[in-house]
């Protein structure tokens, strides 16, 4: 799965992802599972000179939790994965929220001089959706276990806050 998904996450961001994608894992990883010791229990736990009885039970409890720390590595290389593809969409992100800016400043401009409504509410409401969003965006395509395109996840993301952004610029109450 983890290999079905890089393929189409190299093929999406390009030649750049691999060299981000393994320094954010390399670092993930070091701070997860080295700086914690679970490393060092795994590698002690394979090791069977160990005599001592607490040692001994350590290693057995170690060993019967093998399989979730495996799952939990091939999660984080996933996660890692998926945090460098966002990482490097972030020039895509950035576009979109200026066009939805700027877009927003002219409805906020012609608002202003025609003398148009202003709404508070809307400005509040459209200011909340953007951090919605973006939390959306982290549960939804972050966090699942399963192989995610992160086309559809990432555009998805961009066209809602640019809408939720536009809307409260265009609302904007106060002198910019």
């Known amino acids: 799965m983890i290999d079905d998904e890089w393929q189409s996450s190299v093929g999406f961001a390009g030649e750049r992802l691999p060299p981000l994608a ?13 700086w914690t010791g679970l490393d060092y229990l ?6 069977a000179s160990t005599s ?13 939790a093998d399989t979730l720390l495996r799952t939990s590595a091939a999660g984080l290389q996933l ?4 945090l460098g593809v966002l990482a490097l969409s972030a020039p895509f992100i950035g576009l979109v929220v200026i066009g939805a800016a700027a877009d927003g400043l002219v409805t906020w401009y012609w608002r202003r001089t025609g003398a148009g409504r202003e709404s508070g509410f809307v400005f ?11 939390l ?7 966090v699942p276990p399963v192989a995610m395109d992160g086309r559809i996840a990432i555009a998805g993301f961009a066209v809602v806050a ?9 609302h904007f109450k106060k002198y910019i």
């Open 79 to 82: 996660f890692s994965l998926r």
């Open 124 to 134: 509040h409401r459209a200011k909340r959706a953007i951090a919605v969003a973006a």
């Open 136 to 142: 959306a965006l982290c549960f939804a395509y972050l």
């Open 22 to 34: 393994y320094a954010i894992h390399d670092g993930l990883y070091a701070a997860f599972f080295e």
């Open 42 to 47: 795994v590698e002690g736990a394979s090791d």
């Open 52 to 64: 001592r009885r607490p040692r001994a039970l350590m290693a057995r409890l170690v060993l019967a």
């Open 162 to 170: 640019a809408i939720a952004l536009r809307l409260a610029v265009g």
